[in-house]
Nanobody
Framework: EVQLVESGGGLVQAGGSLRLSCAAS????????IGWFRQAPGKEREGVSY????????YYEDSVKGRFTISSDSAKNTVYLQMNSLKPEDTAVYYC????????????????WGLGTLVTVSS
């Protein structure tokens, strides 16, 4: 059974940090790209950052560039999102998703999603 399980969300003050984890199972981790997405209340889901486990390529959306870092641990089948200098506008439910095609992940055209973890940044 394919599973993506996010964890690490919580309440943090503006300027603070959180590290999200996406634990994957049920597929060959190293053959897949993993992406982080978020959806704020009343807004559409948007991409945040993506990583290819096959070649290590990463990509960041402009809104998080320089503040967030995506990484992958193939021994643990887990992708992390280190979030620093958090802002109130980063408040959202954060989801991870997986696809064999890195371009599909960047485009958000994927079918494998986790259930999400809530990040709340207070001002």
């Amino acid at each position: 059974e394919v599973q993506l399980v996010e964890s690490g969300g919580g309440l943090v003050q503006a300027g603070g940090s959180l590290r999200l984890s996406c634990a994957a199972s049920g597929f060959t981790f190293d053959d897949y790209a993993i992406g982080w997405f978020r959806q704020a209340p009343g807004k559409e889901r948007e991409g945040v950052s993506y990583i290819s486990n096959s070649d290590g390529s990463t990509y960041y959306e402009d809104s998080v560039k320089g503040r967030f870092t995506i990484s992958s641990d193939s021994a643990k089948n887990t992708v992390y999102l280190q979030m620093n200098s958090l802002k109130p506008e980063d408040t959202a439910v954060y989801y991870c998703a997986a696809d064999p095609d890195f371009r599909a992940i960047v485009a958000g055209m994927v079918e494998m999603w986790g259930l999400g973890t809530l990040v709340t940044v207070s001002s």
